[in-house]
């Protein structure tokens, strides 16, 4: 189970509303944490992505699925340094899913081009 203490420097790190982790990466994408009953982390990347037919799109998927994967990574380690630096203590996290989804956004019957959000959620358990 997560202390108190602990609780709070994990919300302080995935806070997004100030400070440092406030600071946006990409203009087209975004991560955002929430955690769930002091011991799941749930971490959604969101992008925006254009695709012109059902075959660019299942082929921008494998490479959203990897950079996705790739990005997360790095968030979490990241969150793992802030931390260490608030706590003094080592977070330990297991992936335990992760869900992609394709979400039509912009459709013009007249244009072959599509835009979408692509958006993957990873979730994590504590401990």
Excluded: C, H
């Amino acid at each position: 189970m997560l202390s108190t203490t602990d609780a709070r420097a994990i919300e302080q790190s995935i806070d997004v509303t100030w400070g440092k982790s406030s600071t946006a990466k990409s203009p087209s994408t975004a991560i955002r944490a929430k955690l769930f009953n002091a011991d799941t982390l749930s971490v959604v990347y969101t992008t925006i992505v254009n695709f012109a037919s059902e075959k660019s799109l299942r082929d921008q998927t494998v490479q959203l699925d990897e950079e996705s994967s790739k990005t997360v990574k790095n968030y979490i380690t990241e969150l793992k340094k802030n931390f260490k630096k608030i706590t003094g203590d080592t977070l330990k996290l297991k992936e335990v899913s992760s869900e992609p989804a394709i979400e039509l956004i912009s459709y013009n019957q007249f244009s072959p081009l599509r835009t979408a959000y692509y958006r993957n959620s990873f979730k994590f358990m504590l401990g």
